[in-house]
């Protein structure tokens, strides 16, 4: 009961800081350069600066705790890191999921681990038959009699290594699927609070949303503060946008403007895909917990940041009421 009251005043508290007014909690502002710092070194392949940044990021700003973690697992098992390991990455990961339950990286980093443990196993597989292929090469040689079938078992058991390593290649994209892109369609449930990017049928990511403060039902008509429901695309894009930076949905379509000439009223427009309220990034996933947007979706500013580099102008957005028995 106390756990609820407490959610209960913090959505309370919460709805007016996230609408209007300012605040001086800027640490994730702080910390943003520090993270641009550490993605540069990256992108040059320079992991292990990257790392040291990462550990400045999370001994100054202990809150930007679960997605330094999740950087650094990254950092460890990429590929093109030629001191990659494994298990520092795994340890990374695990102490994301234990360390905070409520992430929104918990389910990718749960992901990670299940794909991570899966390469491990392959690559001992693979160590194993090439020392088994490595001891009948020697063998045949010493036994020229059974040179025809030592060879013939030498070929499958190289066919069978060739087949895993293409696994683990596969495993690999799949792994570092998050940080590529583009998405080519955008799904919004408005029931389940969700929204998830898709690119060729397969899913890149889900962020949990927040939507207008009226949620039920298509919009009709401009002020009612609900969020719409329909096919659209992303149109255009504001980095400037008072809610850290925005994405512009092409509402209303057809549909809709027929529908609200039908009602003698304007069906509005303005609807965004945005982040938090500038000066309140500080909220950060607790702005999930009330419908607080005037019609818009929105997400965390970490968040928005990456939708905005997997979703070009042109992506797809489908709003649907909830989930239903079709697929994504």
Request: neutral net charge; proline residues 4%.
């Amino acid at each position: 009961m106390g756990k609820h009251l407490s959610l209960f005043f913090a959505c309370i508290i919460m709805t007016p800081m996230l609408i209007c007014g300012c605040s001086h909690f800027n640490e994730g502002f702080e910390a943003k350069s520090t993270f641009t710092e550490a993605n540069d070194f990256f992108s040059q392949g320079n992991y292990n600066a990257s790392l040291g940044k990462y550990q400045q990021i999370i001994e100054k700003y202990p809150t930007e705790g679960d997605r330094v973690l999740f950087e650094m697992g990254i950092i460890y098992a990429y590929p093109g890191n030629e001191q990659k390991d494994y298990q520092k990455s795994l340890e990374c990961f695990q102490k994301l999921i234990k360390d905070c339950p409520g992430s929104g990286y918990k389910r990718d980093s749960e992901l990670m681990i299940f794909n991570i443990n899966n390469v491990i196993v392959k690559d001992k597989t693979i160590a194993a038959q090439q020392t088994q292929i490595e001891a009948l090469r020697q063998e045949v040689q010493s036994r020229g009699n059974d040179i025809i079938t030592l060879q013939k078992k030498i070929a499958t058991l190289e066919q069978e290594v060739k087949s895993k390593e293409n696994e683990i290649i596969t495993l690999k994209k799949e792994v570092f699927a998050i940080r590529k892109g583009p998405a080519d369609r955008i799904l919004i449930e408005k029931k389940e609070r969700l929204l998830t990017l898709i690119s060729k049928g397969k899913v890149l990511k889900s962020y949990k949303i927040a939507l207008g403060g009226n949620p039920d039902g298509p919009k009709e008509k401009q002020g009612d503060n609900k969020t719409p429901e329909g096919i659209y695309v992303i149109d255009s894009r504001n980095r400037d946008s008072r809610y850290h930076l925005s994405l512009h949905i092409s509402y209303p379509n057809e549909k809709d403007k027929k529908r609200a000439k039908q009602l003698g009223v304007s069906p509005g427009g303005d609807i965004m895909i945005h982040g938090i309220k500038n000066g309140f990034s500080w909220v950060g996933d607790l702005h999930t917990e009330v419908d607080w947007t005037k019609g818009c979706i929105a997400v965390t500013d970490e968040e928005i940041e990456e939708i905005d580099k997997l979703a070009p102008n042109g992506t797809i957005v489908e709003i649907r009421p909830g989930r239903d028995a079709g697929t994504l």
